[in-house]
């Protein structure tokens, strides 16, 4: 299975994920970055600096699978709650 590296762009900086987690393809490295941030903005809350955040997905060539902005993640939570009955 192939690597995935969880970095996180805020701003100019970028902090590395040095171990990265073996997943099956570029939807679950989605679905785990979604989940990631979702957590990260429950326990850190919405600062406005963290809204202006973003995971960089890499693989193990160190090219960009995707990127995830954290506001993305807000809404998403957002938008799947409102469509539960």
Do not use: C
């Not at 192939?2 to 099956?24: A, E, I, M, S």
């Not at 989605?30 to 406005?48: F, H, P, S, V």
């Amino acid at each position: 299975m192939p690597r995935y590296f969880f970095n996180t762009r805020l701003g100019d900086d970028l902090v590395v994920d040095p171990d990265g987690q073996q997943l099956r393809d570029p939807d679950q490295a989605w679905e785990k970055a979604r989940a990631m941030i979702q957590q990260l903005l429950k326990t850190e809350g919405t600062q406005a600096d963290l809204l202006t955040a973003a995971l960089e997905v890499t693989d193990e060539a160190g090219e960009i699978v995707l990127e995830f902005p954290f506001s993305e993640a807000l809404l998403e939570e957002t938008d799947i709650s409102a469509t539960r009955h």
